[in-house]
């Protein structure tokens, strides 16, 4: 459970619903305007249970989570929180990161719901895309995964109980246009989700509501989204949480979503004093999954209190996923001056204890890095 749901205000101002559908149907038009380069089939793919790179090495995955482009351009004050230049990411990639994780934000992507056009639309689109490129050019993957969100009229100012048949599908299929011909990003259709298994696979009206009068709405599943963004044209690497923050594994492997290709990764986040956040739970929960598909830990952290700056969590966590072979993100590459996030400075000094516990150990693994051997 991303920390930045803990700072910012979750407020749902109200727009025009049908110049809502018609900016998603404009934006959609225009997704070509963000068109990410490389080739399909030439870089990472899914064989068995392991993720391979283009010459079919294994990549196992250490990286981080950069946030900022869920909330920024809502917020009105940008596309990111920070700076997104080229030093910042060499910043990152002297952690030896391999990968980084990228969120989106439902109307900014699709330019709807009032949002400044500055930060919307095709300038969102393509300050994703440039920022893409930016990761790949110093050896870095990218997951780009969308996690903010909103039915209707209402503004994607918070992560809701799972993705809104609105406006996901169109998001979804701008997602898979864009990002077709670079086969070295993975996409991510959601973050986290609190409805039920059979809901999260199908859609439907089910538990989610959304806004302060918790108005029910209807979900677009995970198996709509693999559909649409194959039809799309996609063919990568597609990730697919789990539920109950996406904590909670235990039927991912029952409600797996029918893929074509069989690309399809499980995610999990995994923070201290979640349900699952010990070495037995790991094995009862996750070792089975990860015997059968390629398993990452979208998001990992100390602990879901800000003020807890200690690694003795963390160090249980990834060295379970090590031994596994499970690739992993740290929460967050950001300077909001509390214990749960990694960094002090964006030149990469880290906060706390957790996040030298995480430079120090990703110093010791030297993953393979994008474009080398």
Same mark, same amino acid.
Request: proline letters at 5%; hydrophobic letters at 40%; a neutral charge.
């Given at each position: 459970?991303?920390? $930045?749901?803990?700072?910012?205000?979750?407020?749902?101002?109200?727009?025009?619903?049908?110049?809502?559908?018609?900016?998603?149907?404009?934006?959609?038009?225009?997704?070509?305007?963000?068109?990410?380069?490389?080739?399909?089939?030439?870089?990472?793919?899914?064989? +068995?249970?392991?993720?391979?790179?283009?010459?079919?090495?294994?990549?196992?995955?250490? %990286?981080?989570?950069?946030?900022?482009?869920?909330? !920024?351009?809502? #917020?009105?004050?940008?596309?990111?929180?920070?700076?997104?230049?080229? *030093? &910042?990411?060499?910043?990152?990639? =002297?952690?030896?990161?391999?990968?980084?994780?990228?969120?989106?934000?439902?109307?900014?992507?699709?330019?709807?719901?009032?949002?400044?056009?500055?930060?919307? +639309?095709?300038?969102?689109?393509?300050?994703?895309?440039?920022?893409?490129?930016?990761?790949?050019?110093? /050896?870095?993957?990218?997951?780009? &995964?969308? $996690?903010?969100?909103?039915?209707?009229?209402?503004?994607?100012?918070?992560?809701?109980? /799972?993705?809104?048949?609105?406006?996901?599908?169109?998001?979804?299929?701008?997602?898979?246009?864009?990002?077709?011909?670079?086969?070295?990003?993975?996409? !991510?259709?959601? /973050?986290?989700?609190?409805?039920?298994?059979?809901?999260?696979?199908?859609?439907?009206?089910?538990?989610?509501?959304? %806004?302060?009068?918790?108005?029910?709405?209807?979900?677009?599943?995970?198996?709509?989204?693999?559909?649409?963004?194959?039809?799309?044209?996609?063919?990568?690497?597609?990730?697919?949480?789990? $539920?109950?923050?996406?904590?909670?594994? @235990?039927?991912?492997? @029952?409600?797996?979503?029918?893929?074509?290709?069989? #690309?399809?990764?499980?995610?999990?986040?995994?923070?201290?004093?979640? !349900?699952?956040?010990?070495? =037995?739970?790991?094995?009862?929960?996750?070792?089975?999954? *990860?015997?059968?598909?390629?398993?990452?830990? /979208?998001?990992?952290?100390? @602990?879901?209190?800000? @003020?807890?700056?200690?690694?003795?969590?963390?160090?249980?966590?990834?060295?379970? !996923?090590?031994?596994?072979?499970?690739?992993?993100?740290?929460?967050?590459?950001?300077?909001?001056?509390?214990?749960? $996030?990694?960094?002090?400075?964006?030149?990469?000094?880290?906060?706390?204890?957790?996040?030298?516990?995480?430079?120090?150990?990703?110093?010791?693994?030297?993953?393979?890095?994008?474009?080398?051997?």
């Amino acid at each position: 459970m991303s920390f $930045i749901q803990e700072i910012h205000k979750r407020r749902a101002p109200l727009a025009i619903l049908a110049i809502a559908v018609i900016a998603a149907a404009v934006a959609m038009l225009t997704v070509g305007d963000a068109e990410a380069t490389g080739t399909p089939h030439g870089g990472l793919h899914v064989s +068995g249970n392991r993720i391979l790179d283009r010459s079919g090495r294994q990549v196992v995955f250490q %990286g981080v989570n950069r946030s900022g482009t869920e909330y !920024a351009c809502v #917020q009105g004050h940008g596309i990111f929180d920070g700076p997104s230049d080229a *030093a &910042s990411v060499r910043a990152i990639a =002297s952690w030896h990161v391999n990968i980084v994780r990228v969120l989106l934000n439902e109307d900014c992507w699709l330019g709807i719901n009032g949002i400044n056009p500055l930060y919307a +639309g095709a300038n969102y689109r393509q300050a994703i895309v440039n920022y893409v490129r930016l990761l790949h050019r110093y /050896g870095m993957y990218a997951e780009v &995964s969308l $996690i903010w969100a909103a039915p209707g009229s209402n503004k994607a100012t918070y992560q809701p109980g /799972g993705p809104d048949e609105d406006h996901a599908p169109a998001v979804w299929a701008g997602m898979a246009a864009t990002f077709k011909n670079d086969p070295n990003v993975i996409l !991510a259709p959601w /973050g986290e989700t609190v409805v039920d298994a059979n809901c999260f696979l199908k859609g439907g009206v089910c538990e989610a509501t959304y %806004g302060p009068r918790n108005t029910p709405y209807r979900i677009a599943g995970m198996q709509q989204a693999v559909s649409v963004m194959r039809n799309a044209g996609y063919t990568g690497v597609i990730a697919i949480p789990g $539920i109950a923050f996406a904590n909670d594994l @235990s039927q991912w492997l @029952s409600h797996e979503p029918n893929d074509p290709r069989h #690309q399809l990764i499980a995610e999990a986040h995994v923070y201290g004093k979640q !349900a699952c956040d010990a070495v =037995s739970c790991f094995q009862a929960n996750y070792a089975p999954v *990860a015997r059968r598909v390629p398993l990452i830990f /979208g998001e990992v952290g100390e @602990s879901f209190d800000s @003020s807890d700056c200690g690694a003795n969590r963390i160090s249980t966590i990834v060295d379970w !996923a090590d031994a596994h072979r499970v690739g992993h993100e740290a929460w967050g590459w950001d300077t909001w001056g509390n214990c749960g $996030i990694l960094i002090r400075t964006y030149a990469g000094q880290p906060f706390s204890a957790y996040g030298a516990w995480i430079r120090s150990h990703y110093a010791t693994q030297r993953p393979r890095l994008l474009g080398h051997g």
